[in-house]
């Protein structure tokens, strides 16, 4: 406070000491109501001693302070505290109210905080300032002296009384934003609705899935996967998207028989009444990792022996088609054993019986690299004998063929042959199975064994493991092909998991047999 | 079982609420980058259709899966009276061949996102989980790397605890409890209700990010 006015406002009001009521200069009782300020004070203590208690009470007891609460008080407290600070800014020129009688323990003190004379040291202080300050102004008339000094103080008044503004707008706009439940900020409506809709939206997709899911379309993987589903999904043969069987079952679910089914991989098979109803039972098992049966899966579900998966296959053959089988296999095992050796690798994972009859398999496949060869000799010659045999729907679509890979020649060739064996209870989970063999799902196809003594084995998805086709693009041409077949049931079997499809049919077991034999004999012939 | 409530918060106080929790919490944040995929059964498996979630955390080094199954809520007038949704949940930690063995089981792939934020796990009263993030919806299929929010101006904010039958109940409590603390940026609720977003939001977001008191003044 400034001291000279100070001192004057004391005199005022120690002159009349032998009163005992001091009354106020009037002008300052105008400007300041002292008794309601000295309300709002004890107030205020009041507020501010309640919420000590509070929180001792909450401390003793270990509660968790009701934040809200709390918070608010202290705002209304510190908005108080801040008025009535405004309010005594004016006036307190006209006081200096402490000490107000002459006592004991401030008599001493009292001349002290009477004197205006400075401390030494500051007086000397003093002097070296005003020495400095005048020192340019030396030799101007004291009236030039007094002026500039004046302007200085004015200029110095001025930029404090700026300063002053500034922190108290910034205090006041504070203060206000923390005066919760007084000042309560709304949310424009139009936004609140626009909030309220998102949040809609997220929260149903979060809890219910809402606005994620793909379509049948545009559930293509794409061409790279990310890191932590590659090998999740590739395991052996580098096909993709089971998810694409899985979201075709979500949108196609009933009419397996559709040719809708447009997913670049997973290609439905199309098959007829039973025959679908089989391939529904082993959809899953195009799910499940075999990413090489929604690629190749469009075989239809009659032939459990679908062959398609070559080396892995757990068709088994009925024993009569066995033992013709296998004195054509014998004929072809000294071929290419080693070519088999991959395959035999996963057979050995079967029980022993299966081990059986994989390797009959294993044998006839290893016929299948000397007509691999013969890539567009095959998609001659092999429509030829299909149609021949009037088996619906079968087709190899060139893409298929040029596959150029042994796998899928073999895989071709075991279709033949192992159509033979196909019993109508076991086509239907055998065309699921009609994927490229992988060594995973042997233990499958075991369980879906009918309960035959030889059956034929569901393959899921056995890859030879040596796939290099992209399996895309062959699904998509498999299915072309496939949509476009007449008889339209059988859907193009894709590659076994990018080998080559067959669409199978269940019927004529005799006929394929012989074309199997037919077959068998061709690629001697040719070669 | 499991004490769950969940809300939203605008991303522009993404920051404040994250300095609130550091400061409830005391504990670090964790990253959070976690590939969701919602497997349900087809209708010819079973008579009930059931959902699972495979979650895969993308931040490891090493993703981790882990599977999820979320069953029905608690229902009842007890239930009702809780702020909290009691539900039941198991949870377990898988290879990640877990995604071909369910789709070998028969389950297809219904819709899958990608949540990207971060999570405080802290004890206070029970093992709580807060974890906010962005929802994020992949265009193509699996295509984590490419994924847009879904929301891109609110994030969701999920409040998780485990619960055993017996102590539901005070897992609930210390939850609301908890939430209260959140109450000036942010309301909380079932999963079932929206909530809207606070008023007080900006205003407290904008306390939260100043230096503390005068010094931004």
Redesign the interface.
């Known amino acids: 406070m400034e001291g000279g006015p100070v001192r004057a406002g004391m005199q005022d009001q120690q002159q009349p000491p032998a009163k005992v009521v001091e009354r106020l200069n009037s002008a300052v009782q105008q400007q300041l109501n002292l008794d309601s300020v000295k309300t709002r004070a004890i107030s205020l203590f009041k507020a501010i001693s309640r919420i000590l208690e509070d929180f001792d009470s909450i401390a003793r007891t270990n509660a968790?302070p009701?934040?809200?609460d709390t918070l608010s008080q202290f705002s209304m407290v510190n908005l108080e505290l801040f008025n009535i600070v405004e309010e005594i800014k004016n006036v307190s020129k006209a006081f200096v109210v402490h000490p107000k009688n002459v006592n004991a323990e401030n008599a001493m003190v009292l001349p002290v905080m009477l004197s205006s004379k400075l401390l030494p040291e500051m007086e000397a202080d003093d002097n070296a300032k005003r020495e400095q300050l005048l020192q340019s102004m030396r030799g101007l008339p004291v009236a030039a002296q007094i002026e500039k000094l004046k302007t200085r103080i004015d200029m110095i008044g001025a930029a404090c009384e700026s300063a002053e503004k500034i922190?108290a707008d910034?205090?006041k706009?504070?203060f206000s934003?923390?005066q919760?439940p007084t000042v309560?900020?709304?949310?424009d409506k139009v936004q609140?609705a626009k909030?309220?809709e998102?949040?809609?939206?997220?929260?149903s997709?979060?809890?219910h899935?809402e606005?994620?899911?793909?379509l049948g379309e545009?559930?293509?993987?794409?061409s790279s996967?990310?890191?932590?589903?590659v090998?999740?999904?590739t395991?052996n043969d580098g096909s993709q998207?089971?998810?694409?069987?899985?979201?075709m079952?979500?949108k196609n679910?009933p009419p397996l028989l559709s040719t809708t089914n447009n997913n670049s991989q997973g290609s439905l098979l199309q098959a007829t009444g039973p025959q679908l109803i089989g391939r529904?039972?082993a959809?899953?098992?195009?799910?499940?990792?075999?990413t090489t049966f929604d690629n190749t899966s469009a075989s239809p579900l009659q032939y459990a022996n679908s062959p398609r998966s070559g080396p892995n296959v757990m068709n088994t053959p009925s024993p009569q088609q066995q033992s013709q089988s296998q004195q054509q296999q014998q004929q072809l095992q000294q071929q290419q054993l080693q070519q088999q050796h991959q395959q035999r690798q996963k057979i050995m994972q079967l029980p022993p019986h299966q081990q059986q009859l994989l390797a009959q398999q294993q044998l006839r496949q290893s016929s299948m690299p000397g007509l691999g060869q013969m890539h567009g000799q095959h998609h001659v010659q092999f429509s030829q004998p299909l149609a021949a045999q009037q088996l619906q729907g079968r087709q190899l679509t060139s893409s298929a063929m040029h596959m150029g890979q042994n796998q899928l020649n073999q895989g071709i060739h075991l279709n033949r042959q192992l159509n033979q064996f196909s019993s109508p209870a076991n086509s239907a989970l055998f065309n699921a199975a009609q994927t490229t063999p992988t060594s995973?799902m042997i233990p499958?196809i075991s369980a879906m064994m009918p309960s035959q003594s030889i059956l034929p084995r569901i393959q899921?998805g056995m890859s030879a493991g040596n796939r290099t086709l992209p399996p895309q693009n062959l699904s998509d041409q498999m299915f072309n092909s496939g949509a476009s077949n007449a008889s339209g049931m059988m859907s193009i079997q894709q590659q076994h998991g990018t080998q080559g499809a067959f669409g199978n049919t269940p019927q004529s077991n005799q006929t394929l047999q012989q074309s199997g034999v037919q077959q068998q004999q061709r690629p001697q012939n040719q070669q | 079982m499991e004490c769950v409530v969940e809300g939203i918060i605008e991303t522009q106080h993404v920051e404040a609420l994250e300095i609130l929790l550091q400061g409830l919490c005391g504990v670090h944040r964790d990253r959070l980058r976690i590939h969701e995929l919602c497997l349900k059964s087809v209708p010819n498996l079973g008579l009930v259709a059931s959902e699972l979630r495979l979650l895969c955390d993308l931040e490891q080094s090493e993703p981790t899966w882990t599977v999820r199954h979320i069953g029905g809520a608690m229902k009842g007038a007890g239930a009702e009276q809780l702020s909290v949704l009691v539900r039941n949940m198991v949870e377990s930690k898988v290879s990640k061949k877990a995604l071909r063995l369910f789709y070998a089981l028969g389950y297809k792939l219904d819709h899958e996102l990608l949540r990207v934020g971060f999570a405080f796990n802290f004890h206070r009263g029970a093992q709580i989980r807060v974890a906010v993030s962005s929802v994020n919806k992949m265009l193509k299929l699996h295509a984590t790397d490419e994924a847009v929010p879904l929301t891109p101006g609110i994030q969701l904010v999920e409040v998780t605890a485990p619960a055993s039958s017996e102590n539901y109940a005070e897992v609930a409590a210390a939850v609301s409890s908890f939430c209260e603390y959140l109450a000036p940026l942010l309301h909380l609720s079932k999963p079932g209700n929206s909530t809207g977003v606070v008023p007080t939001a900006a205003a407290a977001a904008a306390s939260l990010m100043s230096d503390g008191g005068g010094t931004t003044l």
């Open positions: 968790d009701r934040w809200q922190i910034a205090r706009a504070y934003t923390r919760g309560l900020p709304t949310i609140a909030i309220q998102q949040e809609n939206l997220l929260r997709a979060v809890n899935g606005g994620l899911r793909i545009q559930r293509q993987v794409t996967l990310p890191v932590h589903l090998d999740v999904f395991a998207s089971f998810s694409d069987s899985s979201g079952y979500q679910t529904a039972a959809s899953p098992s195009g799910a499940a990792g075999s995973q499958n899921f």
